[in-house]
Structures are given as C-alpha cells and as structure tokens.
C-alpha cells in the first residue's frame, strides 16, 4: 500500500485511529509516518515469506511460475495447470472457477495466485479471512495479457529481472511469428467449437480467446456474428461457412473425435464438413495465452493451411 493511501486511510478509519485520539495532528502523522517506513524497510522479507507456500489457479499463471524458475515453492496447482509435465505431479486444489477454500487450506499455502475469473467469489473471500494472500491476474484478453501476467507473477514473487527477460522474450517471439503471418494471402474461415450441447455446438465468437488466437493466426473466425462463446443453429453454421472446424483435443474425444464431429449433420454440409479438415490442440496451448503463445500461433498456422506456412517459413 503506498504511503499516501496508508495515511489516507488510517485517518479515516476510526477502529485506527482511536489508539491515537489524544494525539495532536502532527504527533499522529509523525507516528504513522514513522510507523510505514518501518514497514516498508522490512518489506522485502516479508514478501519472502509470504510467498515460500504457493497456491496456483489458472494453466497459464502455473507456466510463468515454472518459466521464472520459482517451482521450488509451488504445493499447489489446479486443474488447468497441465504445462510443464511436472506441474501435474503436483497436489491439485481442483477447478479453477470452482475453488474449494478447505481444499486450499489443506495445502497450507501463504500465496494463491488465482485467474482474474476464479472462484467462487465466497472461496476466495474465506481465504482471504483465513490469512492467504489472495493475487489475482490482470482481466486483460489476448496476448497484450500475457505481458500483464508475467510482470505480476514477477513482482509478487521478487523476480522483476527475470520477467521483463521473460516478458521480452514472449514479445520478440510473437513479433516474429506475427511477421510471418503477414505474409499469408488466405484467411481460412474458423469455426471454434467449445463444446456441444444436446444438438447445438457452442462456439466461440468475437471477445473470445478462440477468437484472439484465431485472428493472430492471419485466419477469420467464422462465428464473429455472435459475441462470446454461445449456442449457434444448424442454419447459422450453413451461413458461416467455415473452412475448418478448430476444438480442443480433450473435448474433441469426448464427442468422438475430429471425423465423428465433422460427419454431424450441422457440420457435414459446411467446405469443412467436405473437405473433412478439423483441427484439434492442447486446450491450454490454444487458448492459455501464456508464455507458449508464439508456439500455439505457429502450430495453428501451419494446421489451417500447411502449404501456405511452409511457404511463409513456419
């Protein structure tokens, strides 16, 4: 907390104040002043310990942790925490988006550092009245996030100096894919598949990391008509036109697999359907947006139109 706001406040919080109420105004700031420089000429030990326990809810905050080479002090990961391989031997806490604050507890963490959309609201709230120090990342979409994230795992885990090394790293990486892309003529029309529900496929539209990952592929998302992820009829998948139909590989099983999901009836009379060309990646590579982000770009590319990508040198 930055002085201004820790006088601020101790001003107008009376549960404060009152220990000091028979102080004159300029013993009190004395005092307050004093008592904040004190705190913050211990800081850096303190931030220290907070952070030898560590809790982590969201894949791509997990792979920052491991890329800034601070693993030593995980105990826990969640369930969307499958990269590097070693995160997966950890103790999972479940769910990203369905915390359990016993579950937690149980790891006797100092530290979660959750996704900006973890949860529930009430998990979070009871760990923090239990003493964890609860982070949670930055809501920015896309790769500009990525920068955001590493720069807070840094700072919270005192190693600045490596993430601006990991954060300009990730930049010049995805710089020098976006280069390549800019050479593709062909925007394949995509069509991201979250799932499907009953008899109608919910796909990913605009405001969408399938759609982010889709448009820094040089490719056009085939579902830009809807906002979000949402069920779409069989009608409004013949308008679309996708060339390819793009899933996760996991949730690609769980219906069958590509060819099953491209002979539905939704789908089969599409130039994807025909053509027979679906495309399936690892969940967390494609949408994670960390600091493999370069990497699923280049994967992407050279799945949508391998020709093209060997030709733009991918």
């Not at 706001?5 to 000091?20: D, E, G, H, V, Y």
């Not at 996708?242 to 099983?253: F, G, K, N, S």
């Amino acid at each position: 907390m930055a002085l201004p706001q820790f006088l601020n406040m101790t001003f107008r919080n009376k549960a404060i104040a009152s220990p000091w109420r028979q102080l004159r105004a300029s013993q009190f700031m004395t005092a307050a002043v004093a008592a904040m420089a004190g705190f913050l000429l211990h800081w850096p030990a303190q931030a220290q310990d907070l952070t030898r326990r560590i809790v982590v809810a969201g894949g791509d905050l997990t792979e920052i942790v491991f890329a800034l080479d601070a693993e030593d002090q995980l105990v826990g990961v969640d369930q969307t925490s499958t990269w590097p391989p070693q995160a997966q031997d950890l103790p999972q806490i479940g769910y990203v988006r369905r915390l359990s604050a016993e579950g937690v507890l149980s790891l006797d963490p100092d530290l979660l550092i959750a996704a900006h959309d973890a949860g529930p609201d009430v998990a979070l709230r009871q760990l923090r009245q239990a003493g964890v120090l609860v982070v949670q990342a930055p809501d920015v979409d896309g790769a500009d996030g990525v920068v955001a994230k590493i720069d807070l795992v840094g700072e919270i885990l005192n190693r600045e100096d490596d993430a601006q090394a990991l954060a300009a790293q990730f930049q010049a990486d995805l710089a020098a894919v976006q280069t390549k892309v800019a050479t593709l003529t062909r925007q394949p029309r995509v069509l991201f598949i979250l799932s499907i529900a009953g008899n109608a496929p919910i796909v990913g539209g605009r405001d969408t990391s399938a759609d982010d990952i889709i448009r820094l592929a040089g490719a056009t998302n085939a579902a830009a008509a809807v906002s979000g992820y949402k069920p779409i009829s069989r009608e409004a998948i013949l308008a679309a036109q996708p060339d390819v139909l793009l899933l996760m590989d996991r949730h690609a099983e769980t219906f069958g697999g590509a060819t099953a999901i491209l002979s539905r009836p939704e789908f089969a009379l599409t130039p994807a359907g025909q053509a027979g060309h679906a495309v399936t990646m690892d969940g967390l590579l494609l949408l994670g947006f960390g600091p493999r982000t370069p990497q699923a770009v280049a994967q992407l590319v050279r799945a949508l139109q391998p020709q093209a990508a060997v030709e733009a040198g991918f």
